[in-house]
């Protein structure tokens, strides 16, 4: 079976492999172009060009490239970039979606789904279409979510369970998609504003937050990047500090892991004593 795939980032090419391994015939892969990355500014390729090139499959960075291919279907892992109807008018597209669609449509799923604290979630693979993740299902599968699992975790373990369900797909056909049903909610990107820590929120969400691996917070006006945390059954008042320890609108956290600006992720213990963080110090 002849496939293109679209995708960029490093989980995208757990399904672009496991497509090679089962011995599909992967005629072209279209990704984003090299950044320039580091205080260099060295140009570097995307994990999914890179694993193209160990697998020897020819890359692109443009999409009409897809139009005059032939193949039978296109798989799209975390592309990053709408795909415009000329493209889509060309083949069927076959997107792997994060999400129990409807729920959590858009461009950050995982991170919603732990935000809200889902404790199920799963993939879809679903024929694209021109409205963001609207179109039918081919396929679906569910897993629970850890309670302490993080995005940085479940993501790649999603891609891996929507790689095993895409090459059962395409062994034994793939049929007629099911419309989505239901009422859907969407998944919008996040920017750096959005991933702020309110400390006089409940620790709950504040531990969930921390869980999507993009959470920070001021100290001494420079950032803190709060990379691991537990909750704790102790009042402190919301942002105070004692020790590792800090408030939140109900509750306490334990800060189990963080990353100071400009320096390596290190201890919450550590950096605590490190800083020579004073009694009442606050965070935010």
């Known amino acids: 079976m002849r496939i293109a795939f679209l995708g960029t980032p490093d989980f995208a090419s757990i399904p672009l492999r496991c497509l090679a391994n089962a011995q599909h015939d992967v005629v072209l892969v279209v990704t984003q172009p090299d950044k320039r990355r580091g205080r260099g500014k060295t140009l570097v390729p995307s994990p999914v060009k890179t694993t193209a090139a160990e697998l020897g499959i020819p890359v692109s960075y443009i999409l009409d490239?897809?139009?005059?291919?032939?193949?039978?279907?296109?798989?799209?892992?975390?592309?990053?970039?709408?795909?415009?109807?000329?493209?889509?008018?060309?083949?069927?597209f076959i997107n792997i979606h994060p999400s129990l669609l409807p729920r959590w449509r858009g461009a950050a799923p995982v991170d919603h789904?732990?935000?809200?604290?889902?404790?199920?979630?799963?993939?879809c693979l679903i024929r694209l279409e021109q409205e963001m993740d609207a179109g039918p299902i081919y396929r679906v599968t569910e897993t629970a979510v850890g309670e302490h699992e993080h995005a940085r975790e479940l993501l790649p373990r999603l891609f891996e369970l929507g790689s095993d369900l895409l090459v059962e797909a395409l062994e034994t056909g793939l049929g007629e998609p099911v419309p989505q049903t239901g009422e859907p909610t969407f998944a919008s990107k996040f920017d750096v504003d959005d991933t702020l820590l309110d400390w006089n929120k409940p620790a709950i969400d504040l531990d969930r937050a921390i869980r999507t691996d993009r959470a920070w917070t001021w100290f001494r006006d420079k950032r803190l990047r709060i990379l691991d945390s537990r909750l704790l059954d102790v009042e402190i008042t919301p942002g105070e500090l004692e020790g590792a320890v800090a408030g939140t609108g109900n509750q306490s956290l334990e800060l189990l892991r963080v990353q100071p600006e400009g320096r390596q992720a290190m201890t919450g213990s550590e950096w605590v004593n490190g800083a020579r963080v004073e009694p009442g110090e606050r965070l935010g």
């Open 65 to 92: 490239d897809l139009i005059d291919v032939e193949v039978d279907f296109a798989v799209v892992a975390a592309f990053g970039k709408i795909i415009p109807a000329r493209v889509l008018d060309a083949h069927t």
């Open 113 to 123: 789904t732990i935000l809200a604290g889902d404790i199920t979630t799963g993939v």
